[in-house]
T-cell receptor, first 115, second 113 residues
């Protein structure tokens, strides 16, 4: 059973289009994240949701809009795609702990290519 | 604010040789420290983590890391490299009580037969 899954695995699209990436976790976690990994492998957090509420928003352009319909899902919608959005997007999840830190489990990634 | 510096974007070692991947961190509060591994075309997998307590942490696949506060370091080692260790390795830091992970830029480990 896949703990954190993402769809699609690959996404190729034209500039200006709108696209969505879906993430689901079956670990019963209450916190989910989106990370972006650029062409140089630099990995940076974009968003974090806890119990469907936005917790972290790392000054990401507002063309990116995360949506969490429930604790197990965190989708990422991107409007007006730009060349610089080409990257691998990783979803992750964890169970929040007061005053502590639990392991984040990562999905397999979605490789987005904007032409 | 916190940051992570990984010295050496590429490291090559011979099979059977010692693996040493360097990580230095900066954190204004006591840090939690992590090493993740990424195999080609796959997501990140946790190798090991330091939160509190014993400063020498053992992880999966024979890897271990030692938290040295005086040196602000968390270097990853493995006594004997195996071909299957070839991957990208990421060091990450999170300030105490905060779930935000800040990653280093990664080190690509190549194993020479």
């Amino acid at each position: 059973d896949t703990a954190v899954s993402q769809t699609p695995k690959y996404l190729v699209t034209q500039m200006g289009n709108d696209k969505s990436i879906k993430c689901e976790q079956n670990l019963g976690h209450d916190t989910m994240y989106w990370y972006k990994q650029d062409s140089k492998k630099f990995l940076k957090i974009m968003f974090s949701y806890n119990n469907k509420e936005l917790i972290i928003n790392e000054t990401v352009p507002n063309r990116f809009s995360p949506k969490s319909p429930d604790k197990a899902h965190l989708n990422l919608h991107i409007n007006s795609l730009e060349l610089g959005d080409s990257a691998v997007y990783f979803c992750a999840s964890t169970q929040s702990v007061s005053g502590g830190f639990n392991t984040q489990y990562f999905g397999p990634g979605t490789r987005l290519t904007v032409l | 604010a916190q940051s992570v510096t990984q010295l050496g974007s590429h490291v090559s070692v011979s099979e059977g040789a010692l693996v040493l991947l360097r990580c230095n961190y900066s954190s204004s509060v006591p840090p939690y420290l992590f090493w993740y591994v990424q195999y080609p075309n796959q997501g990140l997998q946790l190798l090991l983590k330091y939160t509190t307590g014993a400063t020498l942490v053992k992880g999966i696949n024979g890897f271990e890391a030692e938290f040295k506060k005086s040196e602000t370091s968390f270097h990853l080692t493995k006594p004997s490299a195996h071909m299957s260790d070839a991957a990208e390795y990421f060091c990450a830091v999170s300030p105490f009580g905060n779930e935000k992970l800040t990653f280093g830029t990664g080190t690509r480990l190549t194993i020479i037969p």
